[in-house]
């Protein structure tokens, strides 16, 4: 092997050689807890209009509620990996 595939090899190696095992409860418990503190932030994100509506604050209003629903489908998918987890059945190349 030569450049850049011996590289990886040389990598994924060392990263098998150095990783301990982790369980699969405390990476589950992880991936719940974290998601759980989101749910201020994204309420906060979605909470209502307090002013009158002008261009500039629609825009800042349209963008608060875009974010928070980028950040409850991020706390869906941390919710999906962390029920993976306690089933077992989370991709090897997602494990760890």
């Known amino acids: 092997m030569t450049g850049f595939s011996f590289y990886c090899a040389a990598l994924i190696n060392f990263h098998e050689s150095t990783t301990p095992e982790i369980p699969m409860s405390k990476i589950a418990t992880s991936w719940t807890s974290l998601p759980s503190g989101m749910q201020k932030e994204i309420d906060y994100a979605r909470r209502p ?4 509506p002008t261009p500039k604050r629609m825009r800042q209003y349209n963008s608060r509620v875009h974010d928070g629903n980028n950040w409850e489908r991020g706390q869906r998918a941390l919710r999906a990996l962390a029920d993976a987890h306690r089933a077992g059945t989370v991709p090897e190349i997602l494990v760890g």
């Open 49 to 52: 209009m307090t002013q009158n």
